[in-house]
């Protein structure tokens, strides 16, 4: 939970002119290896229920969301303390929920990749002057080593949030134009904004990638994954945690949220001011 013990990490400049600049930001040991070791073990739990869940992507490996429901463990990571102060300021807005959570696996193939390139945000892209508007964000906790090439990590094209249309490919080429596949531990995160152009790379290592992605965006938009959480999943959740999966106090809540309906407030005025901005 997102306690005041939890927040003494500082939101720094510098993370937020890297995110500004490229689109993303690496947060090396964003979980405890034991937290890790605990997320593994409850997905190893539920493999057979997920693999069969009717909410299952139908693509090789496991592509399933939501994920948050299906266990307190996947829930606490939802204010992640070392990960959603960043998301939260990165936004710059305390009107924020949880649009997607979403697991995904990506066991060894040798001729396919998980997902190809693609930005986020949905179709058709809302934008200013061909550039896709800066609306929400995902966090991505990574819970496997994925430090050589052609594990099946994350791959971003730097700065591309900032291009008019997508970055371009050379003739035959897999990826465009300054891709890079980050290399991340197990317990690092990677959190990324929706203009950014991504992709996972091929997978030809001999191990499963795990990676757990949280998306938020302002609650003026919809969720990508639910309308309503359960009441029983809100029961557990601290009063942030209720914003963020829906619950709000007055029937313009979402739209014109009082204190109330807004949990958040307080906790940003306290931390980045009572106003905000487009950046620094």
């Known amino acids: 939970m997102l306690t005041e013990a939890s927040t003494k990490t500082l939101v720094t400049d510098e993370q937020i002119a890297k995110f500004n600049e490229f689109g993303y930001l690496v947060v090396e040991n964003a979980i405890p290896r034991a937290k890790v070791e605990q997320l593994l073990r409850v997905i190893d739990r539920l493999k057979i229920q997920l ?8 693509v090789f490996g496991l592509d399933i969301r939501p994920i948050v429901d299906k266990d307190d463990a996947f829930l606490d990571l939802m204010e992640c303390p070392t990960t959603f102060p960043l998301a939260v300021r990165f936004l710059n807005h305390y009107n924020v929920q949880l649009m997607t959570s979403h697991l995904i696996m990506v066991p060894p193939h040798p001729d396919k990749r998980n997902i190809g390139w693609h930005d986020d ?3 058709p892209m809302i934008g200013v002057n061909g550039i896709r508007a800066f609306g929400s964000l995902k966090v991505g906790f990574f819970l496997t080593d994925l430090l050589e ?4 990590s994350l791959m971003v094209v730097p700065g591309s949030h900032r291009l008019q249309g997508r970055p371009p490919f050379e003739e035959g080429a897999r990826d465009p134009v300054g891709a890079v596949e980050l290399k991340v531990k197990a317990g690092d995160a990677v959190i990324f904004q929706q203009g950014t152009f991504h992709a996972g790379a ?3 290592s001999n191990q499963t990638r795990v990676v ?3 998306g938020y965006n302002f609650r003026v938009c919809r969720p990508i994954d639910y309308d309503v959480m359960p009441q029983a999943l809100l029961d557990k959740c601290s009063p942030i945690g ?3 999966l829906g619950h709000k106090e007055t029937h313009l809540g979402y739209f014109i949220p009082t ?9 940003f005025a306290q931390h980045f001011g009572e106003t905000w901005s487009t950046g620094r």
């Open 242 to 244: 209720k914003q963020l």
């Open 259 to 267: 204190d109330a309906d807004c949990p958040l407030k307080a906790w």
């Open 121 to 123: 945000g949905g179709s």
């Open 212 to 214: 757990l992605y949280y």
């Open 149 to 152: 090439p052609n594990m099946g």
């Open 51 to 58: 693999d069969q869940s009717h909410q299952r992507k139908e």
């Open 202 to 204: 091929p997978n030809y």
